[in-house]
């Protein structure tokens, strides 16, 4: 798998657009970025994840550059519930049971009333 | 609520003593993976089991174990505990075959403490 390399913390006013950034600049064509978060010392939650297009869901939006090699995850309206310790994994996506997922440090971010 | 159960949540134990940690997947799912996060470390991935069969290993020590039963419940044994094995031990499992997206459903971890 890629290696990611994440600011290792952040601040953000509740409220506002979080931006995480995250560059992966050895992305191979089959290799999928994963964004999972974890809060406090809870299991790790999945938030989003796509391949070279922009992909949104309910928790966040995805921005991959057009080349690929880095991206932005964005929580659209941060509340203090996202304070968190937020990790980009790159990664390949297989049918037969080998999804392994490799950490980092992440980025800890915090929602600044 | 990610549908993967662990037990216990807490454990304190002495060095030298052996544990084991139970990790139930969600429904259906055939994938189990074990992962190790201490203060100093973060994130380790130990073990993964699918369907019963041992499929990927990390970092896992010789004194650590782990099994896959036919109902696909986990279990991880650790023994001859030392002080550095205090850490939250996480279970995650995953969809496998044509509905995989590769999304991970963690547990809420087991803490092990080691006096």
């Known amino acids: 798998d890629a290696k990611t390399t994440q600011p290792p913390s952040m601040d953000c006013a509740e409220g506002r657009a979080a931006n995480l950034p995250c560059n992966h600049s050895t992305i191979s064509g089959n290799e999928y970025v994963y964004w999972y978060r974890q809060i406090h010392s809870q299991g790790p939650q999945y938030i989003i994840h796509g391949l070279k297009n922009n992909e949104t869901n309910e928790m966040a939006s995805l921005i991959i550059t057009e080349d690929r090699k880095s991206s932005t995850l964005i929580l659209p309206h941060a509340t203090l519930r996202d304070t968190a310790v937020y990790y980009c994994i790159v990664r390949t996506l297989s049918n037969f049971g080998n999804e392994k997922l490799t950490f980092g440090t992440g980025t800890r971010l915090t929602i600044i009333p | 609520d990610s549908g993967v159960t662990q037990t216990p949540k807490h454990l304190i134990t002495a060095t030298g003593q052996r544990v084991t940690l139970r990790c139930s997947p969600r429904s259906g799912d055939l994938s189990v993976y074990w992962y190790q996060q201490s203060l100093d470390q973060g994130l380790q991935f130990l073990i993964q089991?699918?369907?019963?069969?041992?499929?990927a290993k990390g970092n896992i020590l010789e004194r650590f174990s782990a099994q896959q039963f036919p109902d696909l419940h986990s279990e991880l044994n650790l023994s001859s505990l030392e002080l550095g094995d205090s850490a939250l031990y996480f279970c995650?499992?995953?969809?496998?075959?044509?509905?995989?997206?590769?999304?991970?459903?963690f547990g809420e971890g087991s803490r092990l403490t080691v006096l």
């Open positions: 089991y699918y369907n019963g069969e041992e499929r």
């Open positions: 995650a499992s995953s969809v496998d075959g044509g509905a995989n997206t590769g999304e991970l459903f």
